[in-house]
């Protein structure tokens, strides 16, 4: 047998597949392919990137994949987004979002009866308890982390189940939508608040502050001590005068993500003793840190006070060994890349920095915590920042280097790495010139795709920044291979990623895997 990497003999014996060729693959975060017809503001256009350009030339190892709305299990035409394009290229098949799911359950009219959510209102709305319901997340339509309409749907459902005092805080967004849009969202709040006749806005806060998830608990601190003291410099008495104290804040620059909290006055909606909490954020990342801070110990930092005797539904499971119900509990992925390449015991090396470690192992592992038989995994610090806009080239240095250093062990037949800083398209370069190398002296083939695009469409239509991802196709790269591999003729979708390594690879495909190969037999 042909050694082809250096294993350690009692591994070569379990092996029960051996890949024929190995691979490099390489994620990077945000980088689409926009229409001709929208070359403004195209980042990636207009940078310096003479080796992606080289890729886009070839005529057997480029093409393009689908990485948005159905192509992704998302919601018709909404646009993509890096939790959603790992866990596509990570598992092989299209995965069917939470937004989906929780979606049918508001078409159907099913989301009251769904358990977890039916006991938190039951709870909420005991005579023995305080009668009092928390709803916290973010409110806006940017379909990434929650959507305002499951927040409406859930109002009605706590009405319905009689819960007395249902307070509502509010995390204003300005990332995944523009960044002045919150007061359009709390516009929308109030006629449902008022339709209703039921409802009570207790806070606006942020995401910067409320949903960090680099441990910054200095942010976080400053959405907890707001959620459970009332800390604010500024007051509300009425939903009105929330929204006047939004547009104050938007005069001198203060936009949706970094709003400082706004509170009601009086204290009134702030979370106590023995009350119910639902944070309706699907997607898990950004919501691990406040969550915890509210409901596990001990506390991550100081705080004057820490509610107890609270009940705690999330919308999803925001981390496998959290003690909180969730509405729509995880749907379980058999044989995902990582895990079929640990049954094979073929050793894989899962490489980023601090601010996407998540999307190459949680994320692209198929949502599990799970680390698989002979994965390895490389954590390289992302810089401590207030904004990524102060160094906006973040770690991709240090990433690539770890790469070249991985790849250089002649170890893993496997290595994927998430490249974060696409809005400095321009290092990519560098970034390549890093790895380029040791994958070609080390015999890697290598693969580059996106998980969605963004950098591509920087302006938008009337002048302003576009800061929200967008709905264009991303590349697809093969280089290094065999003259034998080739790419079809066709447009793929992000679950072709899996299959078309494995094929390159000479491995097995699992049938779990619904996604094709690309490569032309």
Known sequence: MKKMWSLKKADMQKMTEIAQNKVCLIVIDGWGVAPASESNGDAVLHAETPVMDAFAKSTTGYTTLEAHGLAVGLPEGLMGNSEVGHLNIGAGRVVYQDIVRIDLSLKNKTLATQPHLAAALARAASASGTGRLHLAGLVSDGGVHSHQKHLHAILEAAKAAGVPETYIHFFGDGRDTSPRSAVKYLELLKEKVDELSYGTLATIVG?????????????????????????????????????????????????????????????????????????????????????????????????????????????????????????????????????????????????????????????????????????????????????????????????????????????????????????????????????????????????????????????????????????????????????????????????????????????????EMDGVSLLAK
């Open 207 to 511: 995401r910067y502050y409320a949903m960090d998830r680099d441990k910054r608990w200095e942010r976080v601190k400053l959405a907890y001590d707001a959620l459970t003291l009332g800390t604010a410099e500024t007051k509300a008495t009425t939903f009105d005068s929330f929204i006047e104290a939004v547009k104050a804040c938007y005069a001198r620059d203060e936009t949706d993500e970094f709003l400082k909290p706004i509170v009601l006055d009086g204290g009134k909606g702030t979370i106590q003793d023995g009350d119910t909490v639902v944070f309706f954020n699907y997607r898990s990342d950004r919501m691990r840190e406040l969550s915890s801070a509210l409901g596990i110990s001990p506390m991550p930092f100081e705080a004057e006070k820490s509610p107890k005797d609270l009940s705690i539904t999330t919308m999803t499971q925001y981390k496998a060994d959290f003690p909180f119900a969730n509405i729509f509990p995880p749907q379980k992925m058999d044989n995902v890349l990582a895990e079929h390449l640990g049954k094979l015991s073929v050793p894989q090396c899962h490489i980023a920095e601090t601010e996407k470690y998540a999307h190459v192992t949680f994320f692209f592992n198929g949502g599990s915590e799970a680390q698989y038989f002979l994965e390895e995994r490389e954590l390289v610090p992302s810089p401590k920042v207030a904004t990524y806009d102060l160094q906006p080239e973040m770690s991709a240095i240090q990433v690539g280097e770890k790469v070249a250093e991985r790849i250089s062990t002649n170890k893993f037949p496997f290595v994927m790495c998430n490249f974060a800083p696409p809005d400095m398209v321009g290092h990519t370069g560098i970034y390549n010139a890093a790895i380029k190398g040791p994958v070609k002296s080390m015999g890697y083939i290598l693969f580059v795709t996106a998980d969605h695009g963004n950098a591509e469409k920087m302006i938008a239509a009337d002048g302003t920044p576009h800061t929200a991802h967008t709905c264009n196709p991303v590349p697809f790269v093969m280089s290094g291979a065999d003259e034998k591999f080739k790419f079809l003729n066709k447009v793929g979708v992000l679950a072709d990623v899996a299959p078309t390594v494995l094929d390159v690879m000479g491995l097995s495909i699992p049938k």
